[in-house]
């Protein structure tokens, strides 16, 4: 038995060649990351600069970060760019995850269908999103009658619906591709008959069997959609709604410093979210890991 | 309270029949007319090559799928239409169904807790099942953690958490490596008996069946060929598919003698069952234990039945031998290894067959047999 560990051990040491090509592999790794790092993280450093440094006084000042809140519209487009980011992921996530579990389970063949579908808001671009919106509206039934009470609410400034609408269909393939990615991911058929084997009924298993091994690709489909709903600029401004990007524009018009400054504090949010759902959704391996090490003490 | 009184105990072992189960899908009839008793506390293992319809008859009884028709009975009742939710029955799969963002109590507990069975109760149940499948040292592990041997075995522990009316187990075994399919087919059978609970199992593997089953059904093309306990399938195959499938058989052909007997070379043998008319061609069937060979000394004088060996493959306590008669009928013959030294390839060897009563069948090409079937 002894032997046979050492000679394990033994197995395991990788060969001259592979120890040899080791630092080559790692001095070229490194190479890659620094000029992936230089080009990501220099354009942002030099925003950064920019936003902070006193051109009248020299030296450097946070003025545009501090005294950001206070500028007239903020909170107001930041708030409603937040209500359409919750209405489009809602939105999204209850008009695809049933559809989705029925095609997975229950309709194969319409997976193609419904992949072509889902992908298609990729090759139409968001100004023709917008011309579709505008001739729809003002088509003839959507003018006058009980259904242009409907057109017009959709068209609320509060939450304009039509706008959450169009981003759904926005982050349509993005949200699409997260979920089927979790979904491939884990064998759902065999899941739907061990519980239903066990007496589930179709909402329990949903609740409690299928949607828990989905959560982090549920999650990462509702950031893909509330980062492009914080950024999209095209639609919002086409259709005269004050978002978020779009008063980051229209501030920037006057002050070319805080708008450099709103668009890292933009990002600096989306990475937040981004490191906060990593978080959350890899506190499950935290958990087994410590359960295993206390095992093992 | 346990969980276990909560639900049905699990001694209380069911009858389980199909009568007359038919199972069409488009032009294919993956079950023909299926009818199979299967006693109370029974294990009965259905055995056969893909596409036979053993795993279609595993999910008609499961409720995964209805029957074009024909009844299910359940304890004399049917449950034909009734839904997979409703039926209690315990299932383990092939492939490892565990619910991932589950520990393999809470899997077990899955069950209890869908019965309403309290907290405590069902906790204590699960840790009691798991112990009962060797894995007490791994409650709280999820599943990922967990090896395929003991992801099955959790799998086991759920299936009978529910105080199942029937187990059933499609294929559970095939996934895990040899030694760990070894050790877990003991466990099932012996928990299996432990329990008392009717089980059916589906294998494609003849000695998982034939090793753990009480009753063996072997299915060809939607239709059961025999149903028998394994030493009554191993020794008198109903059917030529059966005698094929089930162990190794070959068959050399014999001509039946006026005396009831058949000839087989230069030796006479008695038939067992129904003796062909004097005169009829037929293949004597006979395993390859049943096959007695000797090395031939270079003066003896050869004969058209005396073979040479082709290949020798070593098994382990015994290896058998490829034969290739001088008329070219081809024979495997099991030998006690210690011999094997003197039955190298090439060696010309005498030929007989075991001396007691012995299958036959008619000489019929296979090509006509499978139109037949």
């Not at chain 1, 501090?66 to 903020?74: D, K, Q």
């Not at chain 2, 199972?23 to 036979?52: K, M, N, Q, Y």
């Not at chain 2, 565990?98 to 109760?121: E, I, K, Y």
């Not at chain 2, 999820?142 to 299936?159: C, E, K, M, T, Y």
């Amino acid at each position: 038995m002894v032997a046979l560990a050492q000679t394990g051990r033994t197995g395991a040491a990788p060969p001259a060649a592979t120890r040899r090509r080791r630092p080559q592999v790692r001095v070229g790794r490194s190479v890659t990351l620094l000029l992936a790092a230089i080009y990501f993280i220099g354009p942002l450093g030099v925003a950064f600069w920019f936003s902070i440094h006193d051109r009248l006084h020299g030296g450097v000042r946070f003025h545009e970060y501090t005294g950001v809140f206070s500028v007239p519209g903020l909170m107001d487009s930041f708030t409603l760019s937040l209500k359409l980011a919750a209405a489009t992921i809602v939105i999204l996530l209850v008009l695809l995850v049933p559809t989705m579990l029925l095609v997975q389970l229950r309709l194969p063949r319409f997976r193609p269908i419904m992949e072509t579908l889902c992908l298609m808001p990729l090759v139409v671009p968001p100004v023709v999103l917008a011309a579709g919106i505008f001739a729809v509206l003002g088509s003839g039934p959507l003018t006058s009658g009980p259904l242009a009470t409907i057109a017009s609410d959709l068209q609320e400034t509060s939450l304009p619906w039509i706008l959450a609408l169009e981003y759904v269909i926005l982050t349509l393939p993005f949200s699409y591709r997260a979920i089927d990615a979790g979904m491939r991911s884990i064998d759902l058929a065999t899941l739907v008959k061990a519980a239903r084997n066990l007496g589930a009924s179709w909402p329990t298993l949903t609740v409690r069997v299928l949607l828990p091994p989905l959560r982090t690709a549920l999650l990462n489909a509702g950031f893909l959609a509330f980062a492009l709903v914080l950024g999209e600029y095209t639609l919002a401004t086409i259709l005269q709604y004050t978002v978020f990007s779009v008063w980051i524009v229209t501030a920037g018009q006057t002050d070319g410093q805080l708008q450099t400054a709103l668009s890292i504090m933009s990002l600096g949010v989306t990475w937040v979210l981004l490191i906060v759902i990593g978080l959350f959704a890899g506190s499950r391996k935290g958990r087994s890991r410590s359960i295993r090490r206390r095992k093992t003490a | 309270m346990t969980a276990q009184m909560e639900t049905r105990p699990a001694t209380t072992s069911t009858s389980v029949e199909f009568v007359g189960v038919t199972r069409v899908f488009g032009s294919t009839t993956a079950l023909a007319g299926l009818d199979l008793a299967i006693e109370p506390g029974e294990l009965l293992a259905l055995l056969g090559p893909s596409g036979c319809g053993k795993t279609t008859a595993l999910r008609l009884l499961a409720g995964f799928d209805q029957p074009t028709s024909g009844e299910i009975l359940v304890d004399g009742r049917d449950v034909t239409r009734l839904a997979v939710n409703k039926r209690d029955m315990g299932m383990v799969f092939q492939s490892y169904s565990l619910f991932p963002t589950m520990s393999a109590r809470d899997n077990v507990a899955f069950g209890l807790r869908l019965r309403g069975s309290a907290a405590s109760a069902r906790r204590a149940r699960a840790g009691e099942l798991l112990d009962l499948v060797g894995l007490s040292a791994h409650l709280d592990k999820f599943p990922h953690q967990l090896s395929g041997g003991q992801q099955q075995r959790v799998a086991l522990a759920r299936a009978l958490a529910i105080a199942p009316r029937v187990l059933l187990l499609d294929e559970p075994l095939s996934a895990l490596d040899a030694l760990v399919r070894a050790q877990l087919r003991e466990e099932i059978r012996r928990i299996q008996l432990e329990l008392g609970v009717t089980t059916v199992f589906v294998t494609h593997d003849q000695e998982e069946a034939l090793s753990m089953a009480d009753r063996v059904g072997v299915m060809r093309a939607g239709r059961l060929e025999q149903c028998d306990v394994p030493s009554v399938l191993y020794q008198r195959p109903a059917t030529a598919f059966v005698a094929e499938f089930v162990g190794t058989m070959n068959q050399v052909p014999g001509v039946i003698g006026a005396d009831g007997r058949v000839q087989v070379g230069t030796q006479a043998l008695s038939v067992d069952g129904p003796v062909p008319a004097a005169g009829v061609a037929v293949s004597v069937l006979a395993r390859p234990e049943a096959v007695l060979i000797e090395p031939l000394a270079a003066v003896d004088a050869r004969s058209p039945s005396d073979a040479t060996v082709l290949v020798a493959t070593f098994f382990g306590a015994v290896t058998r031998l490829r034969l290739v008669r001088a008329d070219g009928v081809e024979l495997l013959a099991d030998v006690a290894s210690h011999r094997a030294a003197e039955l190298t390839p090439g060696t010309a060897v005498r030929v007989s067959l075991l001396d007691r009563p012995v299958l036959v069948r008619a000489s019929v090409p296979r090509e006509a047999e499978a139109e037949h079937h």
